[in-house]
């Protein structure tokens, strides 16, 4: 269903006298929830929410420092937001997470994860989940619980005595337990790649399986009582969430992580410099379809509504039937990974390494046009068609890479490599490109 804002607007005229009574100033709201970066345990990216889509403009900004590109989250109407400091000087580096309220952009609070004057224990993780009153969050000290007034309940350490690796771990958060790994840590010497559950409410460990066989754990995905474990040209593992019981593996070169939709795994998978998408049948691993898909990074994940697979590839955005992997449409340049030079200038061109978002019909993806220099922008494009409906604008040289959209009713929300966090609407009235009211 379309936005009360859009509603409204439809009714109006163009036309200068015809303002009076017409120019709607309502307030906009964030109806709708974003619990993860890709929305649920499955990673399957799709909310039924009808976002913002054509005439955006920035509705609040909020400026933060960080190294990492953030996913924002929300829930009922707050928005929640996790950064990253550098120590330099004498100023100490570390990692916080603020609520702001959604539709306005003020902050409602903010807790600091921890503090270091350690140059390379800056990082957070792009992992922020929110479940009911529970938030969790990755971080050097480990996976992190809090309430969704900011108080830290417990820190589970999962991590090496290493360098944490800034990579999207998400973890599997369900009402009875949450599952997470020890992602990669960068060690001097090998140790060997474990995952965890553990009980939601006291922050202990359940149960623990080692993998000494498999290194460079991609994000985990779980569905059905199952959480399925990806490892870097290793295969997949498939444990049972509650007791961490193996029920079966499948051998492959993965490159990411799996999306679970129905009873399909989308697996991507890496040869040398061929990429595919692979639909397994997760019951009998069987092999359903192989698509050559172009090239992508191993960050990047797919996004499935409809009967549709969205994704990047070869800098452009990608849809394909999930039923036979074959491809509908493509929106923006097509640039080999060979010719990276050759990007034509005012062309939408996608990150490599972005995972685009489905809400209502519309497909929310993260790119740049190249001028001068790179002008990175929010395009959203019909899920159907793959025809472009609007586009914001970021600014030059300032990326979101890996970090995700949240939207919602009014509001589309975007996180920057900088920190900085974008509240996108449509705009009621402009005169000479500049929003009036919005």
Partial sequence: MPSTRRSILATCTTGIGALAGCISTEKPTADGNWPRRTLNNAHTGYSTTEGPTTDLHTVWYQERSSVVNPSPVVDDGVLYFAYSQASRGDKRGGAWIEAFDAATGDSRWTTELFRTDERHYLYHSDSTVVDEDRLFLQTKPGLTMLTTDGEIRWTFDNLYRGQQKPDVVTPVVTDDIVVTGTYDTLVEDRQEEIVFGIDPATGNERWNVPFSEWDGMWQLAGT???????????????????????????????????????????????????????????????????????????????????????????????????????????????????????????????????????????????????????????????????????????????????????????????????????????????????????
């Fill in 224 to 438: 059905d009582n199952v959480v399925y474990v990806a490892f870097d040209s290793g295969g997949l593992v498939a444990l049972d969430m509650a007791t961490g019981v193996e029920r079966w593996r499948w051998k492959g070169p993965l490159n990411g992580t799996p999306t679970v939709v129905d009873d399909l795994l989308l697996v991507p998978l890496r040869r040398g410099n061929e990429h595919t998408l692979v639909a397994i049948d997760r019951r009998d691993r069987s092999l359903r379809w192989r698509q050559s898909i172009g090239v992508h990074w191993a960050e990047a994940e797919f996004t499935v509504a409809d009967g549709l697979i969205y994704h990047v590839a070869n800098y452009g955005l990608e849809a394909r039937r999930l039923e036979t992997g074959e491809r509908v449409w493509r929106f923006g340049g097509d640039v080999d990974d060979k010719d990276q030079r050759r990007f034509s200038p005012d062309k939408p061109y996608m990150g490599l390494d972005s995972t685009p978002v489905v809400s209502g019909d519309a497909v929310y993806a993260l790119g740049w046009i190249q001028r001068d220099t790179t002008y990175v922008h929010l395009f959203v494009v019909d899920a159907a068609t793959g025809e472009e409906l609007g586009r914001a604008e970021m600014g030059h040289n300032e990326q979101a890479r890996t970090g995700t959209p949240a939207v919602t009713s009014d509001l589309v929300f975007v996180g920057s490599n900088n920190g900085n966090l974008y509240a996108f609407g449509e705009c009621s009235f402009e005169i000479a490109g500049r929003c009036l009211f919005g």
